[in-house]
């Protein structure tokens, strides 16, 4: 039993704490059907807090909730910056339903081949956050890494009215893109991605590829040729009428972060260039639970060699200090 001396102290704490504005983190999860497929949203952050910013932060293909909250470490960034962390799933596929893919155009799984309308998921996923939360809707961001990424841009292109700002990690656009305005972009890539290539050529596979390597009998993944991220990145400037020229803005160790010069001031473009990076969250740790359980296992090494090591630049916050400079 807890004692009165205690009981005075818990409260005492409770109060200082409303008193004193100190964000009370919480985690929910939203049990939302879409289009017939149970796909649940993780929430973390101060739930009770009035005009909270969101970032929806998108897991991979063949990736879920779990390993990009792992991945990208926003749960604690979203409690010291004050945002909500917004973790959709994608479309189950698969024997067992656990191979979630977003469909982004040209890309992924089942997703792609039963032509879901993803944008429309976020939608209705931001509709509800505005009913169950005091959101500011003005304030609505997206990251994401490899498909993940790409639905982020697809986002961009198709929720512009919603979306102010996206950071895609490792992952590029790969459909038509019509957006009513202009959104800023933040592209986060390394140039040694062999998944998604940092120049256009062949890419794609690297899921499959690791699969075999553990002795798994997968079909052979079919590479394709991908527009890479300089040159999406361009076009993406282009669209939203910036110049062709462009600055740097930083440069530590292996990161170069390129701005497009002349663009309106809610189309931003920046491009971080990570030499010698691969397919991975920068600054963060790998999505494979086996790397966290036992990081120098033969499975979290084959994982590291197919994807490469993880860089140093802290790219979830630096994205966040991009998003708080753009709103809608």
Same mark, same amino acid.
């Given at each position: 039993m807890?004692g009165v ?5 818990v409260a005492a704490?409770?109060?200082l704490? @409303?008193c004193?504005?100190i ?8 049990d939302?059907a879409?289009?017939g497929d ?7 952050g101060?739930l009770?807090?009035k005009?909270r910013?969101?970032v929806f932060?998108?897991h991979?293909?063949g ?5 990009v909250v792992? /991945?990208?470490?926003?749960d ?5 910056? *004050?945002?909500?962390?917004?973790y959709?799933?994608?479309v189950?596929?698969?024997?067992n *339903?656990?191979?979630? #893919?977003w469909?982004t155009g040209?890309?992924? *799984?089942a997703?792609?081949e ?9 939608s209705?996923?931001?509709d509800? @956050?505005?009913?169950?939360y005091?959101i500011?809707?003005t304030r609505v961001?997206a990251?994401g ?5 790409m639905m982020?841009?697809?986002?961009? &292109?198709e ?5 102010a700002a996206v950071a895609?990690v490792?992952?590029v656009?790969?459909?038509?893109c019509e957006?009513a305005?202009p ?9 040694a991605?062999r998944?998604?290539?940092?120049r256009?050529?062949s &890419?794609?596979g &690297?899921?499959? /590829?690791?699969? =075999?390597? @553990?002795g798994?009998k997968?079909p052979q993944?079919s590479?394709?040729?991908c527009?890479?991220? /300089?040159e999406s990145v361009? =076009?993406?400037a282009a669209?939203?009428g910036c110049a ?5 803005v930083?440069?530590?160790?292996a #990161?170069t972060c390129?701005?497009? =010069? ?8 920046e491009l971080?260039r990570?030499?010698g990076g691969?397919h991975?969250?920068?600054g963060?740790v790998h999505?494979?639970?086996? &790397? #966290? %359980? %036992?990081p120098n *296992?033969?499975?979290c090494?084959l ?8 860089p %140093?630049f802290?790219?979830s916050?630096e ?6 400079r753009?709103?809608r």
């Amino acid at each position: 039993m807890i004692g009165v001396t205690r009981w005075a102290a818990v409260a005492a704490a409770i109060v200082l704490g @409303l008193c004193s504005g100190i964000a009370t983190a919480g985690t929910e999860t939203i049990d939302l059907a879409f289009a017939g497929d149970e796909r649940p949203v993780r929430v973390h952050g101060d739930l009770a807090a009035k005009g909270r910013p969101v970032v929806f932060v998108i897991h991979g293909g063949g990736g879920n909730i779990e390993g990009v909250v792992r /991945e990208s470490g926003m749960d604690a960034l979203a409690d010291e910056k *004050g945002f909500l962390a917004v973790y959709p799933s994608g479309v189950p596929g698969g024997a067992n *339903g656990t191979n979630l #893919t977003w469909n982004t155009g040209e890309c992924c *799984g089942a997703a792609k081949e039963r032509n879901s309308d993803d944008p429309a998921y976020f939608s209705a996923v931001i509709d509800e @956050l505005a009913r169950r939360y005091t959101i500011d809707e003005t304030r609505v961001y997206a990251t994401g890494i490899s498909n993940g990424a790409m639905m982020s841009y697809r986002l961009a &292109c198709e929720l512009s009215t919603r979306i102010a700002a996206v950071a895609p990690v490792s992952g590029v656009l790969n459909a038509p893109c019509e957006p009513a305005m202009p959104v800023a972009i933040l592209h986060i890539h390394g140039t040694a991605d062999r998944c998604a290539t940092y120049r256009s050529g062949s &890419c794609g596979g &690297c899921f499959n /590829e690791f699969l =075999q390597a @553990l002795g798994v009998k997968v079909p052979q993944g079919s590479n394709q040729i991908c527009v890479g991220a /300089e040159e999406s990145v361009a =076009q993406w400037a282009a669209r939203n009428g910036c110049a062709a020229s462009r600055e740097v803005v930083y440069e530590k160790g292996a #990161t170069t972060c390129l701005r497009y =010069q002349g663009c309106p001031s809610a189309g931003t473009v920046e491009l971080c260039r990570i030499e010698g990076g691969g397919h991975t969250w920068a600054g963060g740790v790998h999505s494979l639970k086996a &790397c #966290t %359980d %036992d990081p120098n *296992g033969r499975v979290c090494r084959l994982w590291e060699a197919i994807v490469g090591k993880i860089p %140093d630049f802290p790219a979830s916050a630096e994205m966040w200090e991009f998003f708080a400079r753009h709103a809608r």
